[in-house]
């Protein structure tokens, strides 16, 4: 098939990415591992760095359906091979929550016991949020008052500072260049970042199949509608529409307006 190494390198790289990053949740909501935020963050902006080294020669390694589409809309990559990439990144995260939650199942049962959860009860989202994301973040305290819009606005505007920042870093589908040799790795920075602010309101999504695919394994495992507790279908508009449509503002802003702009002021000879 034409377009393999691009569909192994997006599940590969979602694999890598989701693998790392929930699994620094994991051991932080089980075992207290992490003591900070800070150090959460700092694991997924690892994984998110990993990841793209590990498959930026396979494929564009966008890891996330926010990015895909945004690449689209900004013309660096053709719609034929959307679907290829989306089907790989939602598969790639579906497959890292099963590998971990095989890793950690005996675990997670025993968190349960432990603290007189029922799996699929309310309480539940203590240990369902090891897959998807909650807002408010449940572990954020009382401090913690977010609602529907915040939550979309949150996960808009760090999905929009993501897109922005790899539009930046690269151009079209270049993240394996030799002169962008730096450029996941800074990428892997602002994920952290992003997350170092927005994590407590809304554990920080920014990528429609980290949070859709997981969920949806969490549902089958026996989290049913813990998994999937919101009425309003914030679990859709909040992590996979304002996602989308924060990357896709960034990549119209950058196309449009920023790009025009970089590409006059290099032409300038009076800037020599």
């Known amino acids: 098939m034409r377009n393999s190494p ?60 926010a990015v895909s589409v945004a690449m689209v809309l900004g013309r660096r990559m053709t719609i034929r091979k959307l679907p290829v990439y989306l089907g790989a990144q939602f598969f790639g995260a579906f497959l890292a929550a099963a590998v971990l939650y095989t890793l950690f199942s005996g675990s997670i049962t025993a968190f349960e016991t432990m603290h007189g959860i029922v799996r699929g009860s309310q309480e539940s989202v203590r240990t369902a949020m090891i897959f998807g994301e909650y807002y ?54 602002t994920v952290a970042a992003i997350i170092c602010v927005i994590a407590p309101l809304t554990q920080a999504g920014l990528n429609p199949a980290r949070d859709l695919a997981p969920r949806l394994f969490a549902w089958l495992a026996g989290w049913g509608r813990a998994a999937f507790p ?12 304002a996602p989308l449509l924060g990357g896709a503002a960034a990549s119209l802003l950058f196309v449009r307006f920023l790009e025009p702009m970089m590409h006059k002021k290099n032409d300038c000879r009076c800037c020599d």
């Open 6 to 65: 691009e569909f192994f390198g997006e599940l590969i790289g979602t694999f890598i990415l989701v693998f790392f990053g929930c699994g620094s949740v994991v051991v932080t909501v089980l075992f207290g591992a992490h003591s900070g935020l800070f150090q959460v963050a700092a694991v997924w902006g690892l994984g998110v760095t990993l990841a793209i080294y590990a498959t930026r020669h396979l494929s564009c390694a966008h890891l996330n359906p």
């Open 136 to 189: 408010p973040n449940p572990v954020a305290g009382t401090n913690a008052a977010v609602s529907y819009w915040n939550a979309f606005g949150a996960e808009a505007v760090g999905t929009f500072i993501l897109v922005m920042m790899i539009f930046a870093l690269t151009e079209g589908c270049n993240v394996g260049r030799p002169d962008d040799a730096l450029a996941p790795l800074f990428i892997g920075m």
């Open 230 to 241: 919101d009425p309003r279908y914030g679990f859709l508009v909040i992590y996979v529409f």
